[in-house]
């Protein structure tokens, strides 16, 4: 695998190189990052991934800081996972960027409590998009907000990216992985695989779904000690609130804190 420490050495080889399939991280690699790296094995480009903590996207200053880190195993998990190119960029990629605004559905779900987390998102992706020219990028369907705001840039911008989404990967407790689960410790973590307990539920009364299911299911995360952000059933492509299945499908959504980490997770219904 090929690291490129600055912007300006990746770009000096960026000519020879083939077509590329993007998977942007932010580090603390695990199986859920690695299986967007064998989803993208199944395009012929070659694939690169990036490791930046985008401080335009956390609201939370010690959120930020606090994000955890481990360079040199991740750098070990890409190779073994046969990624081809690894670019770590400087704060100075930051430097005069171009800031984008999400859409109106950025301030819906995640949105809403984070204001300017999916400009700030969108920003760096726009920048990375314009550095490595991919032919494809892939992103989790576990921020599935993400996902749909990025799908929406590229076509509203006419880049020529095709954008593709991975399923969200979780412990056996049904906890969905994710970087932020290292500051969990092991009674939290049990605690946290509630979260996909009620989603589950919730699905298995998806012909039913009322308010009152749903107050329920956050005052029972509230006893467990969450602090629910919000859980929620929307039309899965507007992100509209709804409880009644259309041909879009619904997103149940949830974003909850326990102690100082917040979690999200979702789960998607469709008609049959
Ligand atoms: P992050 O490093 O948290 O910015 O995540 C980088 C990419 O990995 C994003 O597209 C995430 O949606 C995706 N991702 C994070 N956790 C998971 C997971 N458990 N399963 C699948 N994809 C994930």
Excluded: W
Excluded at 62 to 88: A, F, Q, T, V
Excluded at 149 to 162: C, G, S
């Amino acid at each position: 695998m090929k690291i490129y420490k600055s912007i300006s050495e990746f770009l000096h080889r960026r000519d020879n190189l083939a077509e590329l399939t993007f998977v942007p991280t932010m580090g603390n690699l695990h199986q859920g990052h690695i299986s967007l790296i064998d989803l993208a094995k199944q395009y012929e480009n070659e694939i690169i991934a990036s490791i930046f903590i985008n401080k335009l996207q956390f609201n939370n200053k010690n959120d930020y800081e606090k994000y955890p880190k481990s360079l040199e195993s991740d750098i070990e998990l890409l190779e073994k996972n046969g990624c081809d190119h690894l670019l770590i960029p400087d704060e100075s990629i930051l430097d005069s960027i171009e800031v984008i605004k999400a859409s109106s559905k950025s301030k819906k779900l995640c949105g809403k409590n984070r204001p300017g987390h999916f400009d700030g998102v969108l920003t760096i992706l726009n920048k990375f998009f314009k550095i490595i020219n991919p032919k494809i990028s892939i992103f989790g369907k576990k921020d599935y907000q993400q996902f749909l705001l990025v799908k929406e840039f590229v076509l509203n911008n006419h880049l020529n990216i095709k954008i593709i989404g991975g399923d969200t990967i979780r412990e056996y407790s049904g906890l969905a992985l994710s970087s932020r689960n290292n500051l969990l410790s092991e009674t939290e973590k049990q605690i946290a695989s509630s979260i996909y307990k009620v989603l589950t539920d919730i699905k298995s009364h998806k012909n039913l779904l009322t308010k009152e299911l749903l107050d329920n299911k956050k005052k029972y995360l509230t006893e467990l000690g969450f602090e629910v952000d919000y859980l929620t059933v929307c039309d899965a492509s507007t992100l509209d609130e709804s409880l009644s299945i259309n041909k879009n499908g619904l997103l149940v959504a949830v974003a909850a804190k326990l102690g100082e980490v917040r979690l999200i997770d979702n789960i998607l219904l469709t008609k049959l």
